[in-house]
Nanobody, 131 residues
Framework: EVQLVESGGGLVQAGGSLRLSCTAS?????????IGWFRQAPGKEPEGLSC????????YYVDSVQGRFTVSSDNAKNTLYLQMTSLQPEDTAVYYC???????????????????????RGQGTLVTVSS
C-alpha cells in the first residue's frame, strides 16, 4: 500500500521555526516521483508550497515561501522534509504532502494542489503559529 505520513507539526511562536517530515511507504525515492508540500488553512483553499523531483532533487517553491521554507530529502529514509523559518500567524494551517509519478502531468503543473487522483496523499500535520 502506498502511503505518506506527515509529522513535526505543533505550536510555535511567531518568528520561530519547525521542520516537517513526510515519510513514504510502498514506494521509494530511488524511483522518479514528484512530491509536493501543501497547506490548507481553515476556510481557505489548499495552497501549494513546493514541488520536488526525486529524480534530480530539483524543487520549485511558490513565491510566498521562497527564502523561508526549504525542502530536503533523505532517500535512505524515504522521507521529505520541509524546514520552515520566520513563521508567522498566517502560516497556521494543516500541512500535508502528496506524491505522483514524475511522468504524470502533475509535475508539469508544479504539483497543482487541485489535481485529482494522485498516487498518495498524507493526512496532514497541524502547524499553529501564535503571535
Amino acid at each position: 500500500e502506498v502511503q505518506l505520513v506527515e509529522s513535526g507539526g505543533g505550536l510555535v511562536q511567531a518568528g520561530g521555526s519547525l521542520r516537517l517530515s513526510c515519510t513514504a511507504s510502498g514506494f521509494t525515492f530511488d524511483r522518479d516521483y514528484a512530491i509536493g508540500w501543501f497547506r490548507q488553512a481553515p476556510g481557505k483553499e489548499p495552497e501549494g508550497l513546493s514541488c520536488f523531483s526525486t529524480s534530480d532533487g530539483s524543487t520549485y517553491y511558490v513565491d510566498s515561501v521562497q527564502g523561508r521554507f526549504t525542502v530536503s530529502s533523505d532517500n535512505a529514509k524515504n522521507t521529505l522534509y520541509l524546514q520552515m523559518t520566520s513563521l508567522q500567524p498566517e502560516d497556521t494551517a494543516v500541512y500535508y504532502c502528496a506524491a505522483d509519478p514524475l511522468g504524470s502531468a502533475w509535475y508539469g503543473q508544479f504539483c497543482d494542489p487541485h489535481y485529482k487522483n494522485l498516487m498518495a496523499r498524507g493526512q496532514g500535520t497541524l502547524v499553529t503559529v501564535s503571535s
